[in-house]
Structure formats: structure tokens, C-alpha cells
């Protein structure tokens, strides 16, 4: 099994900006594709972006292009959610996902296609 911890959401302005993390822990044996997802209240969970094991490639939803970035550190076993700019419409609790894989240039958008779910962190954007 693998366990997956957010952190890093809190109560933001309009305009701030917030990082993210997600650390992984456990029975980590193969390289996985990680991203991350978001819940705001009252509606479905929506892919946010997605980053490779190698990190080369990332993809993200097209209404947070120029805003979030995702990033990996393997050696921490950690990826991470830069996100600028926050609007109040970004407000929800948001997901991290891992899905082992031997490919390690894939990148997965599909919330279906994650086998590994954190708690989420709670991100709170103010206008």
C-alpha cells in the first residue's frame, strides 16, 4: 500500500499564492504517475494537472494553464502544487493521486485511472 499526505491548503486573499505538497510513503517499489485533483462543495472531482515519474512531462487542465505548476521530487518521493494568482472559484479541498506504472514519461488525467488517494488539504481562497 501506498499513503499519500497533503498539506500546505489554508484560508489565502484573491491574488496569493500557495504551495502545496504531497508526500508518499509506504510500499513504493515501481516508478508512478502523481496529480492532483480538486472537490469544491456541491460539485464533482476535476483533474488539476498530472506529472510524469521522470517529471519531463506535465499536463494541465486548460482553465489553470499560466497559474498552477506541478512539480516532482523523486528523491523525496513528493510532488507539489504551485499555485499563483488564486482565485475565490479556486476554492476546494484538493487531492493528491499516484498510479504505479513502468512508463515513466505518462501522465494520467482521469481521476479512474488513480489507484492511491490522500485525505486532501482544504484550500480556502478569499475575495
Known amino acids: 500500500q501506498v499513503q499519500l499526505v497533503e498539506s500546505g491548503g489554508r484560508l489565502v486573499q484573491a491574488g496569493g499564492s500557495l504551495r502545496l505538497s504531497c508526500e508518499a510513503s509506504g510500499r513504493i517499489f515501481s516508478p508512478y504517475a502523481m496529480g492532483w485533483f480538486r472537490q469544491a462543495p456541491g460539485k464533482e472531482r476535476e483533474f488539476v494537472a498530472t506529472?510524469?515519474?521522470?517529471?519531463?512531462?506535465?499536463y494541465y487542465a486548460d482553465s489553470l494553464k499560466g497559474r498552477f505548476t506541478i512539480s516532482h521530487d523523486n528523491a523525496k518521493n513528493t510532488v507539489y502544487l504551485q499555485m499563483n494568482n488564486l482565485k475565490p472559484e479556486d476554492t476546494a479541498i484538493y487531492y493528491c493521486?499516484?498510479?504505479?506504472?513502468?512508463?515513466?514519461?505518462?501522465?494520467?488525467?482521469?481521476?479512474?485511472?488513480?489507484?492511491?488517494w490522500g485525505q486532501g488539504t482544504q484550500v480556502t481562497v478569499s475575495s
Open positions: 493521486a499516484a498510479n504505479p506504472t513502468m512508463n515513466t514519461m505518462v501522465v494520467l488525467t482521469n481521476l479512474y485511472e488513480y489507484d492511491y
Open positions: 506529472v510524469s515519474w521522470t517529471g519531463r512531462n506535465t
